[in-house]
């Protein structure tokens, strides 16, 4: 019997009545599908052409939901429109009363953890943080799902695929995976209108590139607060960057020689690391980026430089800028006059290649609580979910009332209807993240519909850019690691000092103050990760 599983029958001797209090200062960092290319169906699904087993007395099911404080006028977050769908073509079929129990979106790690050390959980709890699962799984907190998945759940093995895999921690499946389908994790934008000003192509590589800035800085073409390379503390700005100075290919040297902080990789000792640190350095000290980068963590100053136009080139998360009359592109362009945005990949690596991060095939992690009578109930839940009717309508209603058919796809027609149903429509359809229409190509034609006409090929050429020679993160050997967990919130502080004092120091003085920092975060919680890992590593392949 592993580890786990002693923990868990132990404590399910003394009634689960609380896990151990340590959840409560763990603090982690968290922050699709097989449908058939139709529109939706125009009477709701109901998912009940099979029979269910209803059960013969009435029982309650809850269902933990985010509330990000945007219900419509009359409605919340527990009682609206979707919950309403669900009761009467999941609930009552099944002979259950279904309650959405809501948990603040801002505050979703340490509001789970309180409930979990209390033991009133709802039946249902979900997470983006792989880290939070595994401590709950460990402190023998969570339902052991896989023989409930094989007997209740022939719908959600078939649609999660291999999503499930990252819900298996010691052998033991303890969290349903939901399946991910847009995988395109940042895209990069330049000023066309400065390019053509200065009669300069888009640049193609590193060298281009900065050759471009330079061009953009020696020109002012921002004014005299010119910033030729938006920049703020956030991945989507440092990440494209340092990712295209990393040498090693193999999984085996990326999981030994990296650390996992939240959801993301962070290659701190593989080769290229410090160089892509040092031409950050050099970006910083000959004024290619933005001087106070440091301080914009929220990345609100970097978007208000952009729209007023005194940025040249930036990185986001996909596709962020083009959408409707509000986007950041279309508001630049009203600032503006004249200004447009292009879609590039501005950075190669050592083979000329454009390597870049993207995200993983899994989604958020769906679980039950071990102190919990409704692992049944919550299995046959998320499998009527797994349906390609039900997913349909979830995510986009019925067709003339919810959502209209351009091009073959169902879009949002962002009538009072739709925000009626459709407000947290993501939240709810917690089987999948996205929709699959059967390919990559079909499924970003599909998500830049709603982008007004003008932006949509940018839009969709942003995406195409974001997927060209990315690589995912090595999927983790069984299980994650107690010590990332532990140590996530100190280490993305850390890895961020290093960055910044890295960045900000004077050339002559980076490789001191880059090793000091690196070695401050090795001393810290980086030693005993990749000690923790290697030991894992060679565990695993034995």
Known sequence: MNQIQSKKKALQKTAMLLISLIMLFTLVIGCSNNTANTPAPSEPATGADKKPDAPKERVTLKIEVFDRGNAPDGMTVTDNQMTKYIQENFGDPNNIDVEFVPVPRSEEINQLNVLMAAGSAPDIIFTYNAGAIYNFASQGGLTDLTDIIKEHGPNLQSYLADSL???????????????????????????????????LPVPKTTQETYDTLVAFKDNKLGGDQTIPLGFALAPDSYEPIIWSFIKEQSDEARYLRSVTIGSREYPILMDGHKEGIQFLNKLYNEGLMDPDFALDVDKKRKQEQVVNGRVGMYSEDAVLSYGNDTSIAMTLETNVPGANLTPLLPWTDFEGKNRQPSYTPSGMHIAVPVFSERAVEAVKYVNWMAQDEVIQYMAFGDEGVHHTIVDGFPVNNGSDEAKK???????????????????????????????????????????????????????????????????????????????????????????KTYEAALKDFMDTAGTEVINERTALYNTMKK
Do not use: C
């Open 421 to 511: 149903l459709l407000f947290n429509s993501g939240d709810m359809l917690i089987v999948t993240n996205g929709i699959d229409f059967g390919s990559m190509e079909k499924n970003i034609a599909s998500t830049v519909l709603p982008v007004i006409e003008k932006h949509r090929e940018l839009a969709k050429q942003a995406r195409v850019n974001a997927m060209k020679d990315s690589v995912q993160q090595p999927i983790q050997y069984d299980k994650p690691l107690e010590s990332e967990a532990k140590h996530s919130v100190i280490m993305l502080d850390k890895y961020h000092e290093l960055l910044v004092k890295s960045t900000l120091a004077k050339p002559a003085d980076f490789d």
């Open 165 to 199: 895999q990252y819900g298996v921690f010691d052998g033991t499946q303890y969290s349903m995976v939901a399946r991910r389908v847009h995988l395109q994790k940042y895209s990069s934008l330049i000023r066309q209108d400065w390019l053509d000003k200065l009669k």
